[in-house]
């Protein structure tokens, strides 16, 4: 049985992973309109990763006997300066994540939630790749500043990202990632 402080805070994470999928979606809205669709392209993968982060906590709550409660989600930046601004927000916002996913683990140790200690494991882990994937295009945009060949090539690299999570929820996580990379 999940106790109600762990509760509480898994629900304020869910508002927070939400919160990244709309974020993100801003994102690729604003560089679909810039006619940078490769980056557009990486934006709509990340939104599709963090609904997934979202759905594993919601289903995680149920099966520890409570319940997920939605909350009102704050309205992302419509713009974006340019892609490096972009990632430099993506690479702050997944360091804010982090520590609440560490917040959380902490919290799963003080209450003794084994369980939920081993859940978040997943989270740790990810949140590891998610910064370092935002740094290495930072590094690249770097580089590249506001040559517009080099925006344009790494565009076209960014648009072969496809998703490995599944987008269909409704029969669970377990069911929606049988045939899926991702877990």
């Known amino acids: 049985m999940l ?18 999928a709309y974020l ?17 392209n990486w934006f709509m993968v990340q939104y599709h990763e963090e609904m997934l982060h979202a759905m594993k906590i919601y289903e995680y709550i149920g099966l ?14 419509p713009e974006f300066e340019s892609p490096l601004n972009a990632f430099i927000s993506t690479l702050q916002h997944e360091q804010f994540i982090t520590k609440s996913i560490n ?19 997943w989270y ?8 370092n994937n935002d740094n290495e295009i ?27 999570v599944p987008t269909e929820f409704s029969k669970g996580i377990e069911a929606a990632l049988k045939g899926t990379a991702a877990g």
């Open 3 to 20: 106790n109600k402080k762990m509760e509480d805070a898994l629900n304020d994470q869910i508002n927070r992973e939400m919160y990244s």
């Open 24 to 40: 993100y979606m801003s994102m690729s809205s604003c560089f679909t309109h810039k006619g940078l669709k490769g980056f557009a």
């Open 64 to 77: 520890r006997g409570g319940r997920a409660i939605l909350k009102s989600l704050q309205q992302p930046p």
């Open 103 to 121: 917040e959380l683990m902490e919290l799963a140790i003080a209450e003794k939630d084994h369980a939920a200690q081993i859940f978040l494991q």
């Open 124 to 131: 740790v882990t990810e949140q590891v790749e998610e910064e």
């Open 138 to 164: 930072i590094s690249q945009l770097k580089i590249i500043r506001d040559d517009p060949n080099g925006i344009m090539m790494l565009d076209r690299e960014l648009a072969a990202r496809t998703t490995t």
